[in-house]
């Protein structure tokens, strides 16, 4: 197996909810509210959290290192993500 397949493979990989248990009280927040929200943006979850949007664009990346949310782009609006939580 090459180098690139490995890297694939992991980087296809779903999170679980034991990957979120050792990230930051917001990251945890913002994965409980997609889990009952199912596409949000970066502003809609600030709303719906009241966490400023520099600490939900932080819980985000985290989220995303741990490939427990997917990004897309907006089709209203390209200038936006739409984020989705992808757990197992």
């Given amino acids: ?11 296809e990989q779903r999170g679980t909810w034991e990957d979120v248990r050792d990230l930051p009280p917001s990251a945890k927040l ?6 009952y929200n199912e596409t949000m943006t970066q502003q809609q979850i ?9 600490t939900v664009r ?3 990346n985290r ?5 427990v949310i997917d990004s ?13 939580l992808d757990i197992e």
């Avoid at 600030?46 to 520099?54: Q, V």
């Avoid at 989220?63 to 490939?67: F, G, I, Q, R, T």
């Avoid at 897309?72 to 989705?84: E, I, M």
């Fill in 1 to 11: 197996m090459s180098a690139s397949e490995t890297f694939r493979q992991e980087s």
């Fill in 30 to 35: 913002v994965a409980k509210v997609l889990e």
């Fill in 46 to 54: 600030a709303d719906e959290t009241l966490l400023p949007s520099r």
């Fill in 58 to 60: 932080y819980a985000l």
């Fill in 63 to 67: 989220l995303d290192e741990e490939n």
């Fill in 72 to 84: 897309r782009f907006s089709f209203s609006d390209a200038r936006k993500r739409l984020y989705t």
